[in-house]
């Protein structure tokens, strides 16, 4: 079964995360093609996804703090979901859990609930029901998602993925776009290279930091071509952060 490599617990160990409105889901299932059925549907509604297959592997991965919501099987090896849950609750891990599972009886709902998640679905579901059990679930925690960022002249749009500045717009590429997010919503706060590529391209990738500043090169060029007043600024060995001139 799968567990955390040292890659992905040496970056978890390092990420503080400020959370941007890119939605960064775990999903804990040791049924892989039901789990990579799952992180397709929320891909494709612009989730960043991880998947781990064992209990364990899903409560150090959900200790780390960096999702916003945890999608949590009950009947996996090593812990099963009442126990992981259970403990992200005693280490005062608040981040949403949302249990899916076959066990669809009222008792394993109310066990479920009692140890520590915040919502049930009973497998067989349909996407837009999992998806609206998503959108519940980031209500409840304050969160609200907005159709447009802004920051100085510019402006985000979460749904066409466009950054304008005045009458010019461009189209962004999925990291494109997921990078900017996350500078945008950190308002000016500098952003790490390890929580940039944690939230991109996900805990488990191979990704590095020339993978970041070739996409932070990328989103510099459009900034410019935009004829923004806003500029990406490079703090050595700590991260991003978004400035205006002037």
């Known amino acids: 079964m799968e567990t955390v ?69 009950v009947m996996l090896p090593k812990m099963d979901g009442f126990e992981v849950a259970k403990e992200l609750r005693r280490k005062n891990v608040e981040t949403p859990v949302l249990m899916l599972t076959a066990r669809g009886a009222i008792p394993d709902k109310i066990e479920g609930l009692d140890s520590g998640a915040d919502d049930y679905m009973t497998k067989p579901f349909s996407p837009a029901e999992l998806l609206a059990h998503l959108r519940a679930l980031t209500r409840r925690q304050g969160q609200v998602i907005f159709e447009t960022l802004e920051f100085d002249d510019l402006k985000l749009n979460l749904e066409s993925h466009d950054l304008s500045c005045g009458s010019k717009s461009i189209n962004l590429s999925f990291k494109e776009f997921s990078i900017i997010n996350i500078l945008m919503a950190n308002k000016g706060q500098t952003v790490s290279k390890d929580m940039l590529i944690s939230k991109v391209w996900g805990v488990e990738s191979s990704a590095v930091d020339n993978n970041v500043e070739a996409y932070i090169s990328f989103l510099r060029k459009k900034l410019k071509f935009l004829g923004s007043a806003v500029q990406i600024e490079t703090l050595r060995k700590v991260g991003y952060r978004l400035v205006a001139e002037g």
Do not use: P
């Open 5 to 73: 490599t040292t890659h992905a617990a040496n970056r978890i160990a390092r990420v503080r995360c400020g959370k941007g409105n890119t939605m960064q889901v775990l999903i804990v299932e040791d049924d892989v093609r039901l789990a990579q059925a799952v992180g397709k549907i929320l891909e494709e509604n612009n989730y960043q996804v991880d998947m781990v297959h064992d209990g364990q592997a899903g409560l150090e991965y959900a200790e780390s703090g960096i999702y916003d919501v945890v999608i949590l099987d």
